[in-house]
């Protein structure tokens, strides 16, 4: 693949993910001063996201649990950088950290995603296709770490890149607005992108460049 293209597939939010560090580097620091943990944060975003996954399950016809999914999208995004500068910054770097924050992270995504399964217009078969591959390749990035060390986030579709589909997606659905005439386009071009990242992925992992394979 040309160099380009290679940069162009494999580009995503994350690439963004320092600015927005350093927007919230000084709520970093009054959150440590005040003895909030990076495992706390980790676990408290996991646990909101289960409740909110659960209920919209429960109740996926009421429209303004989807818009509480955005609004949760984007803070979900926030405490997952917090919790890194926290771990990072602040000497909270642990090995349960390390296991909280993917399993928490996975364990979110599972519970935020799969109640658009349920929305019309959606074949509930890609919206699992789609969590499956997200599962995938969260772990196609750990596997960096026991080949090479290096933890990788290559895209195009990561954590942040699915919240932000999502999030849109749910946005849509609590304004009311349909998504069925191309809600399935959407969750195809995600499951595809899902696949290049996987890929992505696993070359960082072979090549022992972390984001950059």
């Given amino acids: 693949m040309h160099d380009s293209v290679r940069v162009a597939v494999m ?14 580097r000084p709520l970093a620091a009054w959150l440590y001063r005040r003895g909030v943990t990076a495992n706390q944060i980790t676990v408290g975003a996991c646990l909101i996201s289960l409740a909110l996954g659960v209920m919209t399950l429960m109740h996926s016809d009421r429209n303004y649990l989807f818009l509480l999914i955005f609004l949760w999208c984007l803070l979900r995004m926030a405490a997952n950088a917090l919790d890194g500068m926290l771990a990072r910054e602040f000497g909270q770097v642990s090995r349960l950290g390390a296991v909280l924050n993917e399993l928490g992270d996975v364990i979110s995504d599972i ?103």
Avoid: H
């Avoid at 080949?147 to 304004?175: H, N, Q, T, W």
């Fill in 111 to 213: 519970a935020l995603y799969l109640p658009f399964a349920f929305v019309v217009g959606s074949q509930p078969w890609l919206i699992v296709a789609v969590v499956l591959l997200a599962v995938l390749s969260e772990f196609a990035g750990v596997l960096g770490v026991a080949i090479s060390s290096e933890r990788s986030y290559a895209g195009p579709m990561g954590k942040s890149d699915r919240a932000l589909v999502f999030g849109i997606v749910g946005l849509l659905i609590g304004c009311g607005i349909s998504i069925a005439p191309f809600a399935n386009l959407v969750w195809a071009l995600t499951a595809a992108l899902l696949v290049v990242t996987i890929i992505n992925r696993a070359r960082s992992a072979l090549s022992g460049r972390g984001d950059n394979p």
């Fill in 11 to 24: 580009t995503s939010t994350y690439q963004l993910k320092s600015r927005f560090q350093s927007l919230l």
